[in-house]
C-alpha cells in the first residue's frame, strides 16, 4: 500500500507484542516490513490457535508484513542476515539483548555493516540495573511499575488481580516504538545518520502514570509523602500485603461527578470535570448535591463526609430508574460528558464505529476475511487503502533471500540445513 | 537551546487536560519549541487540584520544556495574533470537539489557508463523523464506549456500579503518545515532499487499539466461542439481567482458563507476580516450589505454599530459573528503586514558582541526536509578553489586551 513509509524497508526481530504492534503501524504506513520468524513462528502465533500457526492474537498485530523463517542459531544464517541486516533503513529489536550479542545483532554488529541504520531497541527493565535482561511480560510489568498494586482489583484475600482489558505495557511501548521510527526517520532524513533509540517497557509504564511516580515536595507533602514513608516501614518489617491496602486517602468519598453506574439496563458513565459541567449534571439529574463546589466542602470533617455519602447514595438510586439510553438522552441534551457502557464483542456495529471507519476489513490469505481495528492516525494525504492480512508462516523466505541475491540452490541448502523454512 | 532530533521544530497547541498536552510534551522533551496557548484563567488541569495558585502536579507532569501564552481565542484579536504567529509554526496540535476549532477560526480550513505546509494534529474523544462526533468527551466516557470498562469488569462492591480503570487513564496517556508519533510521522513526510497535512486521532481509536484482538472479528475464530457467549450474554441483557450479572457471565466465559502459573500471589512479607508462558516455564515454576507437575492447577495449593516465604526468597529461586516474575510494587515507591536509579530515570528541574521536582526523563534514549535534561512546566502566561513582542506587538498594545481581557 502506498503511504509515507513506501520505500523504507524495516526488519522486525520480536517475540512479544509491542514490537509486533509496532512494525504493523509501520506496514500500515507503506513499510516493507520483514518479520524474521524462528523455525516454530512467533510464540503468539500459537495462542488460541483456530488453524496451524494462525490466531487472532497474532493477526491483529501482524498484517502487511512479509515474515521469513531463520533459525538464528543454526551453523550458517550469518550470511544470510548480514545481508538482510545491510538492506534494512530500520530495525525493530525486541530480542534480548544477551540474545542480540550472541547472533552479532547487537546495535554495534548491525552499525558496522549499515552506517546509517536507525535501530530501536525494546528493553523491558532498560539497559542498566539487576533487572536488565531479565524475561519479562505484561502481568511482569504491570507488576513492577506499581500499576497493579494501585489497579486495585483483588480476590477475596487481597491478592492483586490482573488487568486484562488491555496490555498496557506491550500496548503503549508498540505506539512509542512507532514514534521512534518516525523520528530517527526524520533525524536520517534530515542528517543523513541513523542511530540507536532505546525504549524500555518499564519506563514507559513510569511515565504513563504521571504524577504517582515523579516527586514534587510541595505538591507530595499532604498525601503522597506520607504515603511513601508509611511504605517503605512497612518494607522495613516484612509485613504481609493487606497491611499496605485500605491505607490510601479516599479522597473520592461521595464523589458522584465522574463515575460509572448502573442503570436499569445497563450501564452508563458520567464525566463532569468542571464547575460548569457540574452545574450541567446537577440539571440532568436534578439535584442540588454541590459536593466538591460546596463552600462548606471539608474532607477532615466527618459529617460532611457522611452527608456526602447519603447523598452520593441518592444519585445512584437514581441512576437504576431509567435506561441507558434514557440518560444518554438527557445528558445529550445537557451537554454533560457521558458514554453508554458497552462491551468490546459489540463495538463493530456501534455506528460511531463504523462512521469513523475504526473497524476495517482485512483480507488473510489463509483464513479469509476478518475484521481488525483500523489504524489509529488517519493521515490526511493518504486515506485508508484495502490492508493485507498477516502472513502466513515464512511465506516470503523465497522471495526475500531471491530478492539478496541468493540462488535457489543455496536457498534449498539452507533449507535442508534446517536454517530457514 | 534545545538538543535533540526535533531542534528547530515549532509546535503550536491548544490543549488541555491530558492527552494533547501529554504528546506537546514528548515532543518539547525531544527538542521541539512548543508554544500553548491556555485562556487567560488557564487551562482546567491546572485548577484541579492546586497545591499553589494555578498549579497542579498533573499540570507540571504533563507540560515540562513549553513556552506558555494566554489568548482568548473567541476575541478576533486573539485569532489575528495566532494567525501571525503560524507563519513559524510547523505543527498545530490541538484538541477541541469538531465545531470549536472553525469558531474560534484555528480549523484546519483556516490555517492551512495561511500556510500551506502546516502539519495539523487534531485530537477529538470519538471521532470527526458518526453520532457522537460533537459530544464532548473524557477517558472515562471513552473506557465506557470503547469496551476498556467491560472488559476489564471492575464492579463497586456497594452498589454493583462499574468501577473504571484507575491506575491510569488509560486512552488518555496513550492517546499522548499517539497524537506525538503522528506529529513525527507528519513530520517525515513532510522532510521528504515539502507536504503539510492534516492528522486525525481520537481518543476511542486510540483505545480500540489498545485492545486489538479482542475487538477483532473473524468468523472461523469466532463461531465455536466468541460468538455463542456474545449471543448468550445479549439474550440475558434482554430478558432483563443487570449489568453485574452481565460481567460475571462474560468473565466466566472468557476468563474461565486463567492460568494458575500467570497470577500474583501473596508471600510472607508482600506479593509477587508469577508470569509463566510456556510448559518449559512452567515446569520451571513446579522446580523452584518442589512440586509435582500433577499439582499444575491446585490453586489454593499454590497459594499456601507462596505464602510461607518471603517475596525476596521466591524471587531469587525464579530468576534464577529465568522464570518471569516480579514483586506487586506501589507506585509511590518506584521513584527511587534501585532499577529507576540505576537506570538514571529520575531528572530533577526546577520549576519558577514551586521549586525543585524530580520527574522521569525523556521517553526515547538517542545514542546520536542525544536529549537535554528537560525544564519544568511555565507559569501561566509566563511568555505571553515575550512572544508578543516578537509578533512586533509594542508594550502599550500588549498592555490594552491585558486590559480588554484578550491576554
Known amino acids: 500500500m502506498a503511504g509515507i513509509y513506501t520505500g523504507i524497508r524495516i526488519l522486525e526481530l520480536c517475540n512479544d507484542m509491542a514490537g509486533s504492534f509496532a512494525g504493523q503501524i509501520c506496514a500500515d504506513r507503506g513499510a516493507e516490513v520483514i518479520k524474521v520468524e524462528p523455525i516454530g513462528g512467533d510464540p503468539l502465533r500459537s495462542v488460541d490457535s483456530y488453524q496451524d500457526n494462525e490466531s487472532k492474537l497474532f493477526q491483529s498485530l501482524n498484517r502487511g508484513k512479509k515474515s521469513i523463517c531463520v533459525d538464528l542459531a543454526a551453523s550458517d544464517p550469518s550470511a544470510l542476515m548480514n545481508k538482510l541486516v545491510a538492506s534494512a533503513d530500520v530495525i525493530i529489536m525486541g530480542l534480548q539483548r544477551d540474545q542480540t550479542t550472541l547472533y552479532n545483532l547487537d546495535y554495534e554488529s548491525v552499525h558496522s555493516l549499515n552506517e546509517n541504520v536507525v535501530y530501536v531497541a525494546i528493553d523491558y527493565f532498560g539497559s542498566q540495573g539487576e533487572w536488565a535482561g531479565r524475561p519479562a511480560n505484561d502481568l511482569v510489568m504491570q507488576a513492577f511499575s506499581g500499576m497493579l498494586a494501585s489497579e486495585g482489583k483483588r480476590r477475596d484475600n487481597g491478592t492483586p488481580r490482573m488487568i486484562v482489558s488491555l496490555r498496557m505495557a506491550e500496548r503503549s511501548t508498540g505506539f512509542l516504538v512507532a514514534m521512534a521510527v518516525s523520528t530517527g526517520l526524520l533525524h536520517r532524513s534530515r542528517s543523513g545518520q541513523g542511530q540507536l533509540i532505546e525504549t524500555s517497557q518499564l519506563k514507559n509504564l513510569l511515565a504513563l502514570q504521571g504524577g504517582r511516580i515523579s516527586d514534587n515536595p510541595v505538591a507530595d507533602e499532604p498525601v503522597r509523602s506520607p504515603r511513601q514513608e508509611q511504605i517503605r516501614a512497612l518494607r522495613q518489617r516484612n509485613a504481609p500485603f493487606r497491611e499496605y491496602l485500605g491505607t490510601a486517602a479516599n479522597v473520592l468519598f461521595g464523589n458522584v461527578f465522574y463515575r460509572p453506574y448502573q442503570t436499569k439496563d445497563g450501564a452508563v458513565f458520567m464525566g463532569a470535570l468542571s464547575r460548569p459541567l457540574r452545574d450541567k449534571a446537577r440539571k440532568a439529574l436534578d439535584s442540588d448535591y454541590l459536593h466538591r463546589d460546596d463552600p462548606n466542602y471539608d474532607p477532615e470533617n466527618p459529617e460532611f463526609v457522611a452527608y456526602c455519602i447519603e447523598q452520593a447514595k441518592i444519585v445512584v438510586a437514581k441512576f437504576r430508574h431509567k435506561t441507558t439510553a434514557e440518560w444518554m438522552a438527557i445528558f445529550e441534551r445537557e451537554g454533560v460528558p457521558a458514554g453508554p457502557v458497552l462491551f468490546p464483542e459489540d463495538l463493530s456495529t456501534t455506528p460511531q464505529i463504523v462512521d469513523n471507519d475504526y473497524v476495517i476489513t482485512v483480507d488473510h490469505e489463509t483464513a479469509g476475511q476478518q475484521t481488525q481495528v483500523a489504524p489509529h492516525a488517519q493521515f490526511g494525504l493518504f486515506p485508508l487503502g484495502q490492508l493485507q492480512g498477516s502472513p502466513p508462516l515464512g511465506r516470503d523466505t523465497d522471495d526475500c533471500l531471491h530478492g539478496l541475491g541468493f540462488t535457489a540452490g543455496e536457498t534449498s541448502r539452507m533449507r535442508r540445513q534446517g536454517a530457514i523454512r | ?407
Request: charge should be negative; aromatic fraction near 6%.
Open chain 2, 1 to 407: 537551546m534545545a538538543s535533540g532530533p526535533l531542534t528547530g521544530i515549532k509546535i503550536l497547541e491548544f490543549s488541555q487536560v491530558i492527552a494533547a498536552p501529554y504528546a506537546g510534551q514528548i515532543l518539547a522533551d525531544m527538542g521541539a519549541d512548543v508554544l500553548k496557548v491556555e485562556p487567560p484563567e488557564g487551562e482546567s488541569w491546572r485548577l484541579q487540584a492546586q497545591f499553589a495558585p494555578l498549579e497542579s502536579k498533573t499540570y507540571q507532569t504533563l507540560n515540562r520544556g513549553k513556552r506558555c501564552i494566554t489568548l482568548r481565542l473567541s476575541e478576533p484579536e486573539a485569532q489575528q495574533v495566532v494567525h501571525q504567529l503560524l507563519a513559524d509554526m510547523d505543527v498545530v496540535l490541538i484538541n477541541y470537539r469538531p465545531d470549536v476549532p472553525a469558531r474560534f477560526k484555528i480549523d484546519y480550513e483556516t490555517l492551512s489557508a495561511i500556510k500551506a505546509d502546516l502539519i495539523y494534529v487534531d485530537l477529538t474523544a470519538f471521532g470527526r463523523k458518526g453520532p457522537w462526533a460533537m459530544r464532548p468527551g473524557y477517558d472515562g466516557a471513552v473506557q465506557a464506549v470503547s469496551g476498556l470498562m467491560a472488559g476489564e469488569g471492575k464492579i463497586r462492591s456497594d452498589d454493583g456500579s462499574p468501577m473504571t480503570i484507575s491506575s491510569t487513564a488509560p486512552a488518555d496517556v496513550t492517546t499522548g503518545m499517539v497524537l506525538a508519533d503522528a506529529t513525527t510521522t507528519a513530520l517525515y513526510h513532510r522532510q521528504q515532499t515539502g507536504q503539510g497535512q492534516m492528522v486525525q486521532c481520537s481518543l476511542l481509536a486510540t483505545a480500540l487499539n489498545l485492545q486489538g484482538s479482542v475487538v477483532m472479528e473473524h468468523p472461523e475464530a469466532d463461531h465455536a466461542f466468541r460468538n455463542p457467549q456474545r449471543d448468550i450474554r445479549i439474550k440475558r441483557a434482554e430478558e432483563g439481567a443487570t449489568y453485574p450479572e452481565l460481567i460475571q457471565l462474560r468473565e466466566a466465559a472468557f476468563q474461565a482458563t486463567t492460568d494458575p502459573f500467570y497470577r500474583a500471589f501473596l508471600t510472607r512479607n508482600g506479593a509477587l507476580v508469577v508470569a509463566a508462558e510456556s510448559d518449559q516455564q512452567r515446569r520451571w515454576v513446579c522446580d523452584v516450589l518442589d512440586l509435582d507437575e500433577s499439582m499444575i492447577g491446585d490453586e489454593p495449593r499454590l497459594e499456601a505454599l507462596f505464602v510461607t516465604r518471603t517475596t525476596e526468597e521466591w524471587l531469587e529461586k525464579l530468576v534464577q530459573k529465568r522464570v518471569p516474575c516480579s514483586p506487586v510494587h506501589f507506585p509511590e515507591e518506584m521513584s527511587r528503586h534501585r532499577q529507576v536509579v540505576d537506570n538514571q530515570w529520575m531528572v530533577e528541574m526546577e520549576h519558577d514558582l514551586t521549586g525543585t521536582q524530580r520527574q522521569l526523563e525523556a521517553h526515547l534514549r538517542f545514542s546520536v541526536s542525544s536529549l537535554e535534561s528537560p525544564p519544568a512546566s511555565p507559569p501561566l502566561g509566563r511568555d505571553t509578553g515575550q512572544v508578543l513582542g516578537s509578533l512586533g506587538f509594542s508594550d502599550d498594545e500588549i498592555r490594552a489586551f491585558a486590559e480588554k481581557g484578550i491576554i
